[in-house]
């Protein structure tokens, strides 16, 4: 993080960001929400809420807008020295988590139906093209948000969206995949700042008394952050596998998968109390014993939607060596057949081992155990051996001293570009189909098939297969306790795309979900914060049986309805998201 902080700073201080009323007078809402227009609330309202909250109301500019000479179609002057800086720097995720206005897939800074935005071009961010003649719209990005600094900033900002009726939008490190941290015309409320962590040898949730090793982290934390923190506290930290993404957001909320999940569970079997701002106004501390509703809502029903989280405490485990395999070849028409049989052959015994992780493009996979020893480990991928060594790849099983360790060499070291524009889509595969022999053939013959079509497949193997689950102790679909491999799918397509493309990307990733990958797992569910966008039963898919009294916990903390995100619990509908396309 120090090695980045210089060009953080610069990127911080080139953007304008803090409120002056001019700002207030000349922004003009962007049409389309059937909610209040900002252009409504009064200068007075908003000077109101800045004092309010010690004067953090922020206005808030596209993140490319100094490389461009017009913004919302007004001619304005090109900055080159800010401009060569967010160029250098436009694809780094640890830039783009500094800044309220970015995200990491770009596409939801934009307003997809309408056509606007402000983007330069991922694969050449110094491309002209990019910006001769095109005008900076502000897009999805909320013209004013909250820097977050105090459970007080939520609560005023609460009472400010009930006075108004301006929709809420909540924003920590951009890692969100469905676009529901953005809203037309909406107040952003940023919790990047939140930056507290602390290691306790006993914590006791209040109210509780079991006592646990845990680390409490503010909602802004970083794994990247609460990795080495509890690597020098002689701990480890479950958690997930990009370095900005922040530990107490939409990960935890949504279930929290990690490389490790299978032996050690989810984020939210793993979280022990969070400390949350809800809709109604008050401040709250949700565990097991009290708001417990609330506690069970958290685990699993998603973000955006039941409050701002504040912090939150999880349980962590004592820093011991870990076995990693890392095994790469090139896919050919001879060998992918072998490399799938072995690969969904062994994965219910490899899960049930300990083993979690990726499998990769361009062909091979990444995993990790904390259970077995090296010669374990080396015997229970001897498979995997051979298989690289008949076709000159390779397959490098090694011990790790802790998981900062693999942490360090798999993700820092490979950290992967971000601002590029494209769907997610995804299904949770149960054990059963790799159990029986009709279901091994079946998905074998399906993943050979989409490598020919579409490129092979990313895999996280994340599910909690081998952890020691009470049922119905949290809200996620119970489609994640049965799954062996969380299967995904995406499409990509330019940062200048017309509506029809960007439409065409989404379709494919839809139709992709319903025609294959559901019929694989019929009765299954998915991730929800990397399904399909639009996934046409997301109340059954995301949450199963769950949904029913999610919603019920929902309407008893966000009796107003301040809160709402796409597709989430208690949505209100695509009239109220105007920026998504229609398919």
């Known amino acids: 993080m120090a090695k980045l902080s210089a060009v953080n700073l610069a990127l911080r201080l080139v953007l304008p960001c803090f409120l002056g009323s001019f700002f207030i007078l000349a922004i003009t809402p962007i049409a389309g929400s059937s909610r209040s227009p900002l252009s409504a609330i009064t200068p007075d309202a908003w000077t109101s809420l800045n004092a309010s909250i010690g004067g953090r109301l922020r206005r808030a500019t596209p993140f490319a807008l100094p490389c461009f000479a017009k913004y919302n179609n007004v001619t304005v002057p090109v900055d080159e020295v800010a401009c060569k800086t967010i160029q250098d720097h436009y694809t780094s995720p640890s830039s783009r988590v500094e800044n309220f206005s970015t995200n990491m897939l770009v596409q939801y800074e934009t307003c997809m139906a309408q056509h606007t935005g402000c983007l330069l071009d991922y694969t050449n961010p110094q491309n002209p093209l990019a910006t001769d003649g095109v005008s900076c719209d502000q897009g999805q990005i909320s013209p004013y948000y909250v820097d977050i600094r105090a459970p007080s900033d939520i609560q005023a900002a609460f009472q400010f969206a009930e006075k108004t009726s301006v929709p809420l939008s909540i924003k920590n490190t951009g890692h969100d995949y469905m676009g529901r941290s953005r809203q037309l015309n909406s ?54 596998y990009a370095s900005t993404i922040g530990a107490s957001g939409g990960w935890l909320m949504g279930g929290g998968h990690s490389v490790l ?59 011991i060596p870990l076995q990693a395999i890392n095994m790469t070849f090139t896919p050919t028409a001879d060998n992918l057949q072998e490399f799938f049989e072995i690969l969904v052959n062994n994965s219910a015994s490899w899960g049930g081992a300990g083993w979690g992780g990726h499998v990769l493009p361009p062909g091979g996979l990444v995993y990790v ?54 769907p997610l889509g995804s299904r949770l595969l149960p054990q059963t189909l790799f159990e029986s022999e ?12 989409r490598t ?94 769950n949904y029913e009294r999610l919603a019920a916990i929902k309407a008893k903390y966000d009796p107003h309805r301040l809160l709402d995100c796409w597709k989430c619990v208690g949505w209100k509908g695509p009239a109220e998201h105007p920026c998504y396309i229609t398919l």
């Open 438 to 449: 009709s279901g091994r053939t079946q998905l074998v013959a399906h993943l050979v098939k």
């Open 261 to 319: 999940s299978p032996v050690y569970g989810l984020g939210v079997d793993r979280v022990l109390e969070i400390k949350i701002v809800t809709p109604d106004g008050k401040f709250r501390t949700a565990n097991a014993c009290q708001n417990s509703d609330l506690f069970w809502a958290l685990r699993g029903g998603g973000g955006g939607t039941f409050g701002v989280v504040v912090e939150s405490t999880h349980l962590v485990e004592p820093r």
């Open 187 to 240: 107040l952003g409320l940023w919790t990047h700042n939140l930056q507290t962590m602390s290691y306790h040898a006993q914590f006791t949730p209040e109210h509780c008394k079991t006592s646990h090793r845990a680390i409490t982290v503010g909602a802004g934390v970083t794994f990247e952050q609460v990795y080495k923190f509890a690597d020098d506290n002689d701990v480890m930290f479950i958690g997930g």
């Open 452 to 545: 020919s079509e579409l490129g092979f497949p990313y895999t996280p193997v994340v599910t909690p297969i081998a952890y020691n689950y009470t049922e119905g102790a949290t809200s996620l679909t119970p489609a994640w306790r049965t799954g062996l491999w969380h299967y995904s799918t995406k499409a990509t397509f330019s940062y200048n795309s017309s509506v029809e493309q960007i439409r065409a990307a989404y379709s494919t990733v839809h139709n992709f979900v319903r025609d294959e990958l559901t019929p694989l797992a019929p009765d299954s569910g998915a991730y929800l914060n990397e399904g399909d966008v639009y996934e046409s039963d997301h109340e059954y898919t995301y949450w199963g049986p």
């Open 369 to 422: 155990n904390p259970r077995l020893s090296l010669d374990e480990a080396k015997q229970s991928m001897a498979q995997l051996s051979t298989f690289s060594q008949n076709y000159n790849g390779t397959a490098e099983i090694q011990t790790f001293a802790s998981w900062y360790a693999f942490f360090t060499k798999f993700i820092m070291e490979g950290t992967i570009a971000s601002a590029n524009t494209g």
